[in-house]
């Protein structure tokens, strides 16, 4: 994927607009390995979905802990303007109950 958005931001990418990204969706993930692959760099996403929906007292849980997250990273970047920490993609995983306990 890396090699096809260097290429179409060489070739295809027209004057005024921003370089393309790629999004990668997957069933489950590790948010230690996505990072450690650095993705965010060559303009990757990795988001993951759901192949069912839970119970509804579930998701409605987990759709909690999910807006908690993204409005913690949004504080966080605002907090961190120009910083090279700043992510210009962020990774919307949730992490499984074995990545929970690191």
């Keep these: 994927m890396e090699f096809y ?7 295809e990418r027209a004057e ?15 948010r230690d390995q996505i990072e450690l692959m650095e993705m965010d ?11 069912h929906l839970p119970p509804k007292a579930e998701f409605e849980a987990k759709i909690k802990a999910i807006m908690v997250e993204a409005k913690e990273r949004m ?20 992490p499984k109950d074995d990545e929970d306990e690191r």
């Design 41 to 51: 760099k060559a303009g990757i996403a990795v988001a993951e979905y759901w192949t």
């Design 5 to 11: 958005l260097r290429w179409l931001n060489k070739y």
């Design 75 to 94: 504080e966080r970047r605002k907090s961190l303007p120009g910083s090279a920490i700043q992510r210009k993609i962020d990774y919307f995983i949730e």
């Design 16 to 30: 005024g607009e921003n370089a393309p990204i790629g999004i990668i969706l997957c069933t489950e993930a590790s």
